[in-house]
């Protein structure tokens, strides 16, 4: 180096000189190496996807193994940045993706995930996955997100997203008929806050009218964030590890079974979270976990708008189940309701849990301000609190009937 030379023929101009030199030799290097940009997809190779981009914001996704009209894709990295898209390109007779990550970190999803036609779109990554506020879908199918190992075929043939290399390519023109957690059962973060392309609303994370959202993992966590399915199905589940989940298909997208679960997790919305089911009919809503926080003006929500009766909400949770606001701090009331708008009758609502409390700006309601009757309210629970305000009820506006509220319960207290 410079300042070495120098040194030989001068060891006090070395003595003078060294501190600075050192400072410019390392100053000069820093500039001369350029950034190094982190490919936010990438293909691992296990199966022919590649993934093409001109600005490592925007991704294109080809090819994948096709076998019938489903679509195999394999990635060792997937997330999004902001403002950033992932597009899958795929054949428009395509039926289903199946997207699996298999390098050990989590997807962070902050854009537009898209493909061609009415596919549905599968993602697993045992790792984790977060939706950001950015983070939309625009997909004609439904959409499942999981953060099991593997998902299961009917056929016996398995998706794994652990060990890839260790298989040769599968194929299968099958249906999924489960998944399967491994040795952890990572979350699922849901913050998205997208307005919907149609109209100003704040939608978050939206299917087509009548498709499915479903999500499964271990804790969900919505901060702030949201899910709507239009006249659709949601579908939330919290599980533990080692945990094998049904997947039984319907018209439209699936709905899942858990049948000898040992450990259940948490799904928890706050600062003003929600998941709606509005639109012509009030759709369908499942939900199972083992506590279920429903916080700071939070809302889970059915209603229908239209003429086609209202499906179920179905909440289930092996511990507890908290609708609660504080209203020094929230402007909005913590709530799961049903609602009739239109001439058609309204969901019922069903709750089973060992403790259930409402309390504070916050409320459990089954409502009719159409024609439309409101749906039954059951509340099948060990011990009930309704305190400092919560309420429990039905009203009517129109001539609709009022709700059906039905409570079996060991104690029940109300404050």
């Not at 369908?284 to 926080?293: G, P, S, Y």
């Not at 969901?347 to 301000?369: C, H, P, W, Y």
């Amino acid at each position: 180096m410079l300042w070495a030379h120098q040194a030989t023929n001068n060891e006090q101009m070395n003595q003078a000189i060294r501190p600075c030199s050192i400072l410019g030799t390392i100053l000069l290097f820093s500039f001369a190496i350029p950034d190094v940009v982190t490919a936010q997809i990438s293909s691992d190779g296990s199966v022919s996807t590649t993934v093409t981009t001109n600005d490592s914001v925007n991704f294109l996704i080809e090819n994948g193994e096709r076998a019938g009209s489903n679509l195999f894709h394999s990635f060792s990295k997937f997330s999004i940045p902001t403002g950033g898209e992932a597009f899958f390109n795929n054949a428009t007779d395509i039926a289903n993706i199946f997207s699996r990550v298999t390098g050990g970190s989590i997807s962070n999803i902050d854009g537009l995930i898209r493909a061609n036609g009415s596919a549905n779109l599968f993602l697993i990554n045992p790792s984790g996955i977060s939706f950001g506020k950015n983070a939309s879908l625009s997909i004609g199918g439904s959409f499942f997100a999981t953060t099991a190992e593997k998902i299961v075929f009917n056929d016996g043939i398995e998706f794994k997203a652990s060990q890839p290399e260790d298989e040769a390519p599968l194929l299968t023109i099958n249906i999924p008929m489960g998944v399967q957690f491994g040795s952890t059962a990572e979350s699922i973060v849901i913050q998205s806050q997208a307005i919907s392309p149609d109209s100003d609303a704040t939608v978050g994370i939206q299917v087509e009218p009548g498709q499915t959202i479903a999500l499964l993992g271990g804790n969900l966590d919505f901060p702030g964030g949201g899910l709507t399915a239009s006249a659709g199905r949601i579908e939330l589940g919290s599980v533990g590890p080692n945990s094998v989940v049904s997947v039984t298909p319907l018209a439209q997208g699936w709905t899942m079974g858990y049948e000898g679960i040992a450990e259940f997790g948490d799904i928890n919305l706050t600062q003003q979270a929600f998941v709606i089911t509005n639109g012509d009919s009030g759709g369908n809503i499942e939900i199972q976990a083992r506590n279920l926080n429903v916080k700071s003006g939070s809302r889970i929500n059915a209603h229908t708008l239209g003429k086609t009766q209202g499906g179920i909400v179905r909440i289930r949770a092996t511990e507890s189940i908290e609708v609660s606001a504080n209203p020094t701090v929230s402007s909005t009331r913590s709530n799961l309701s049903t609602r009739v708008f239109g001439t058609a009758d309204g969901n019922d609502l069903m709750i089973q849990t060992k403790e259930l409390k409402v309390a504070g700006f916050a409320r459990i309601t089954a409502s009719s301000i159409g024609v439309g009757n409101a749906g039954d309210v059951v509340l099948d629970v060990e011990r009930l609190q309704v305190l400092d305000g919560g309420q429990i009820g039905s009203a009517t506006v129109r001539s609709g009937d009022g709700a059906n509220i039905r409570v079996r319960a060991q104690s029940i207290e109300i404050s």
